[in-house]
């Protein structure tokens, strides 16, 4: 099992910044990739940035330029910075961490004001 506590969601206005951390405890060791997801009110989870154990990193057209994904393999955390906010950027984010199955984060709400 791996446990997952997130942080550093809060409300900004548009075109401020916000860090979101995740991090990982329990049986971490099977932990390859890692990243997070979004959901705003009356849509689709949509997958915002993945980063593998490599380093290889997967951005969501619109966050690329805005988003970095990365991740501390010591303090087994994922974060999330995001630059340039908008409106649009409105919603929970969840973390997910690919082990021997998917674990997910309880979500932390991001809300940008115009």
């Known amino acids: 099992q791996v446990q997952l506590v997130e942080s550093g969601g809060g409300l900004v206005q548009a075109g401020g910044s916000l860090r979101l951390s995740c991090a990982a405890s329990?049986?971490?060791?099977?932990?390859?990739?890692m990243g997070w997801y979004r959901q705003a009110p009356g849509k689709e989870r949509e997958l915002v940035a993945a980063?593998?154990?490599?380093?290889?990193?997967y951005y969501a057209d619109s966050v690329k330029g805005r988003f970095t994904i990365s991740r501390d393999n010591a303090k087994n955390t994922v974060y999330l910075q995001m630059n340039s906010l908008k409106p649009e950027d409105t919603a929970v984010y969840y973390c997910?961490?690919?082990?021997?199955?998917?674990?997910w984060g309880q979500g932390t709400q991001v809300t940008v004001s115009s």
């Open positions: 997910i961490v690919r082990g021997v199955v998917d674990y």
């Open positions: 329990g049986d971490t060791i099977c932990i390859s990739a």
């Open positions: 980063i593998t154990s490599g380093g290889s990193t």
